[in-house]
């Protein structure tokens, strides 16, 4: 299939014979999802025990090493491939279901999914409740993207493709904008483009880490990706994430030389190589901008035709972490934090200290572990979640309020 040939492909989307997402297809992106999940648990895992997780920037070109520096910036791949793989997948239930019934069931798992993180998954990552901070972090982003979703996708698939690159290439022109940090309006503001906090009121104070926009435009291009996995030949496919993986990555070094447009924090350079490249692939996440967008989606077009093509029992086993997802986010904050404790326990040799505290965000400084300690965690971690994903979707099968988480 030409790239040229994309927006035939999309209009394909009303024919009634095409065929639903066959097995093969949807095992490709339940890998992809696992991919993914198995990367954000390190993201987390590095949060909880690596020495100075809070107090230095892993992706600081200045003083970052190498390995610090590719272990956080790997982990950027999470967001923005899970987003267009939500869009996808909420592309192949409208195909089968319509747009009512699809209307429905992404409003009802949006909201769910936002009230999951001010309440259950809240209190895994803080082991308490505060009632007068609240933090808008990405489950809740999701939530809103697959809301506004559920409104878009009564438009025709090609107009949601549209609106979703139009969002992607031209949010960044809002950069300059800034609405203060305080008041209804600028939690608006901030909620839709802008990371931070906000005083709303005197006695409540919101953090914004993933401002909304342009996850918006990613959810709506994986929606309008969508015919891709439903109508399109597997050699077709294959060849068009190929393309457009080569295109994006060339769009990417384009926009990032000419350090103008694209992403708000410029690279510069330095005396050590490695750091200039350190530099010019610390793209801004929060908001995500249009060259970590291009880089993060060129990556994932290329690892879903890599999996396509190369699909083994290893991959396998990724799927069973992929078809949990959303399981494994929950469970996974509160296994950790609870290990962090524990470990902080017996390091710190102050049962008192450690536990009073409740969150793993007050212990200091000298609590963390080397880059080392962390990835044996996360290999312990993912070794102990498998056997629960793994019985998941019997559960998902007995219980049908769990098909919207």
């Keep these: 299939m030409r790239l040229t040939h994309l927006p035939t492909t999309l209009s394909k989307m009303n024919n009634t ?133 559920a409104i878009l996708q009564f438009f025709q698939q090609q107009i949601v493709f549209i609106i979703g690159i139009a969002i992607i290439i031209t949010h960044n022109l809002l950069d300059s904008y800034d609405f203060g940090n305080a008041g209804w309006g600028a939690l608006l503001w901030h909620i839709l483009h802008q990371s931070g906090n906000i005083a709303v009121t005197h006695h409540l104070v919101v953090f914004v880490l993933f401002p909304v926009l342009p996850m918006i435009g990613l959810i709506c291009l994986g929606f309008g990706m969508g015919s891709m996995f439903t109508d399109d030949s597997t050699e077709e496919r294959q ?27 410029q690279w510069v350079r330095n005396e050590a190589v490695y750091r200039v490249v350190f530099s010019f692939l610390n793209v801004t996440k929060y908001p995500m901008s249009l060259d970590y967008i291009l880089l993060t989606m060129s990556i994932a077009f290329y690892l879903i035709r890599f999996i396509e093509r190369n699909t083994n029992s290893y991959m396998e086993r990724l799927s069973v972490f992929g078809k949990a997802s959303m399981f494994v986010y ?49 290999i312990f971690i993912l070794i102990a979640l498998y056997p629960l994903c793994k019985r998941y979707p019997e559960l998902k099968s007995k219980y049908p309020l769990l098909r919207y988480i």
Excluded at 337 to 365: D, Q
């Design 17 to 149: 014979n095409s065929t639903l997402l066959s097995s093969t297809r949807i095992r490709s992106i339940d890998i992809l999802r696992g991919i993914v999940i198995v990367l954000m648990i390190l993201d987390h895992v590095r949060d909880y025990f690596h020495i100075g997780a809070f107090g230095l920037n892993p992706t600081d070109p200045s003083t970052s090493t190498i390995a610090l520096f590719s272990t956080r910036w790997i982990t950027h791949l999470c967001a923005p491939i899970f987003i267009w793989l939500a869009g996808v997948s909420a592309f192949a239930y409208y195909k089968k279901n319509g747009s009512k019934k699809t209307f429905s069931f992404l409003f009802i798992r949006g909201f769910i999914l936002i009230l999951l993180e001010f309440t259950i998954i809240r209190l895994g990552w803080e082991f308490q409740f505060d009632i007068s901070h609240i933090s808008f972090l990405v489950i809740s982003a999701i939530g809103v993207c697959m809301i506004a979703l």
């Design 239 to 265: 060849a068009l994430f190929k393309r457009l993986s080569v295109i994006l990555l060339l769009l990417f070094i384009s926009l990032r030389l000419l350090n103008e447009y694209g992403d708000p924090s």
């Design 330 to 378: 929950i469970i996974h904050i509160y296994v950790i934090h609870m290990l962090a404790l524990v470990m902080a326990t017996i390091k710190m040799k102050s049962f008192t200290a450690v536990w009073e505290s409740g969150t793993w965000m007050k212990l200091g400084y000298e609590y963390g572990h080397s880059l080392f300690i962390v990835y044996v965690i996360w």
